[in-house]
């Protein structure tokens, strides 16, 4: 049964990542409504193949349709598109998925390897460091998403005052309720997932919704050649020596990690030329460490109970909805099922992997559904969704308030990945802070005296001053690609464009019968 449910999780997380636009945590959250009605084991590991299905959904869109789901596939589309666009689509969907099961599968071991140790060290932490963790979380995911740091600090700030509405466990003061007893519990963090996803996806594409079938990119050609093998299986290593570290470092996440992989292969590759017009490295590289940092950001949520990305954050929604709170005593206190969910990871990979290369056909066809069609039954199924989670008409009046505010967000460029980080992490971070005041009565200093809470601090100032110095680096690659692909058509207009008749009459250099040269 156990293996049925990490295969239906493997189907489904494929079919909803392959629709446009819609990423790993837009999937995750459309799907944990699903998980409800299962016992804890089988729920993660039908998890477990969601996450990773969803994964492999969203390299999908990006490479056929340019429309990455997620922030880190966007480095994916820049190379895996301009393949597809060329006749190579069938080679750089084999890359990825390829890669993607080399990636997964050595980070899982390193999983297994790494997370019992730092579970071992998070142990001895005590709660200001905690608080220090949590700030690094906040600011790294907020100053690294998003258009501009100050968007990002927006959203987080959003996700934290949604996090305090409700009644506070301390003192049973009812917080920002406006007198309603519907938010005298709070709101539920699958509403407000589903409802910045999923409604607010939905809403935005209505509000620029185009007539007719979505544009498709042909897949023509053949899969892989030998010389396509011999290009890629480096950068699938490389990808995953750099994407699982900085996948496990709390202000990691994927998006540093595909970002400096494609960097890396650039810089490396023999086939320079080739980068801004297709190079299958620019797509094996990012993807290897887009999935390989998918497995390291479970390293501190399994371990310190700390999300780092949207998914991640959902997923420990999920833990919470059992009655099970991540941190360092899981693996004593939940070690079968933990256990079981890393282990469904190997299998998700395989399942990944002998599915999806034949089924590439399948994916297509679901992308040939109209978009009203499509977001209709997304919206449908979000309600469903939500309103099996606590049978509450309030809670689908919520969903689509939430929505709104999700639709407005992407409208004026605002990320949604820090709010939901700010509303899954700011009662825990409250929490800490409290029991840290509470053991030092008040001394506020007692919040930065801690070594490991200085040195977190430190890297809080480092991890902000490193996302600006990449995003500048970012802007001045795309200046780069966009100016020699601009270049580059400005050759080939000269080239096509005919010659005044003037121009055509003129003598030729060194012919005699023109009188010379000219």
């Known amino acids: 049964m156990y293996l049925l449910y990490a295969l239906i999780g493997v189907m489904l997380g494929t079919a909803v990542g392959v629709l446009p636009g819609i990423g790993p945590a837009m999937t995750v959250a459309l799907l944990l409504p699903l998980t409800y009605t299962l016992e804890p084991t089988a729920a993660f590991i039908m998890f477990a193949g969601i996450y990773y299905g969803g994964m492999y959904g969203g390299s999908t869109t990006s490479i056929l349709l340019n429309t990455p789901g997620e922030s880190a596939s966007i480095v994916t589309a820049l190379e895996g598109n301009k393949m597809a666009k060329t006749g190579r689509g069938a080679a750089a969907l084999a890359t990825a998925a390829i890669g993607s099961f080399v990636a997964g599968t050595i980070a899982t071991v390193a999983l297994s390897l790494v997370a019992p140790t730092v579970a071992r060290i998070a142990v001895k932490l005590g709660p200001a460091d905690y608080v220090a963790l949590a700030v690094l979380a906040f600011f790294t995911v907020a100053a690294m998403l998003g258009a501009s740091p100050a968007r990002g600090f927006a959203s987080l700030a959003l996700g934290l005052f949604i ?36 409604v607010g996806e939905a809403l935005h594409v209505a509000s620029r ?19 396509d093998w011999m290009r890629s299986w480096k950068p699938w290593l490389r990808g995953t020596a750099i994407g699982f570290p900085i996948g496990t470092i709390p202000a990691g996440g994927a998006d540093l990690g595909t970002f400096l992989s494609y960097a890396t292969e650039r810089k490396l590759s023999k086939h320079k030329e080739e980068f801004g017009h297709g190079a299958i490295e620019g797509v094996a590289g990012p993807e290897a460490a887009n999935n390989a940092s998918a497995a390291g950001v479970l390293v501190p949520l ?43 990871l190997y299998i ?46 309030e809670d689908l ?122």
């Open 348 to 393: 998700g990979n395989v399942l990944l992997l002998v599915l999806n290369l034949p089924l590439v056909g399948l994916w297509v066809k679901v992308l040939r559904l109209p978009r009203p069609y499509l977001y209709a039954g997304i919206l449908t199924f979000a309600a469903l969704g939500t309103y099996a989670v606590g049978a509450s008409i």
């Open 209 to 227: 919704l185009r007539r007719g079938p979505i544009p498709l990119v042909p897949i023509a050609g053949r899969g892989m050649t030998r010389s």
């Open 163 to 198: 996090a305090v509405i409700g009644t506070d466990s301390l003192t049973g003061q009812q917080r920002f309720t406006l007198g309603l007893p519907t938010l005298a519990d709070g709101i539920d963090v699958v509403v407000v997932a589903v409802g910045f996803f999923a």
């Open 397 to 518: 009046v919520l969903l689509f308030v939430l929505g709104g505010i999700g639709w407005a967000m992407r409208s004026y460029g605002f990320p949604i990945a820090p709010a939901i980080v700010g509303l899954i992490l700011g009662p825990i971070a409250e929490e800490q802070l409290r029991r840290t005041l509470a053991i030092s009565q008040g001394d506020a200093t007692a919040l930065v005296t801690s070594p490991f809470a200085a040195v977190v601090y430190v890297l809080v100032v480092l991890a902000l001053v490193g996302s600006q110095w990449l995003k500048r680096r970012q802007a001045r690659l795309d200046a780069a690609v966009y100016a020699e692909a601009q270049r580059e058509d400005d050759l080939v207009a000269a080239a096509t464009k005919p010659h005044a008749p003037e121009q055509l009459d003129r003598p030729h250099r060194n012919d005699p019968d023109s009188g010379g040269t000219w």
């Open 302 to 344: 399994l371990t310190l109970g700390l999300p780092t990305s949207a998914t991640a954050a959902i997923i420990l929604a999920a833990f919470q909805s059992y009655g099970i709170q991540p941190g360092p005593q899981l693996f004593q206190e939940e070690g079968q099922l933990v256990w079981a969910l890393i282990a469904s």
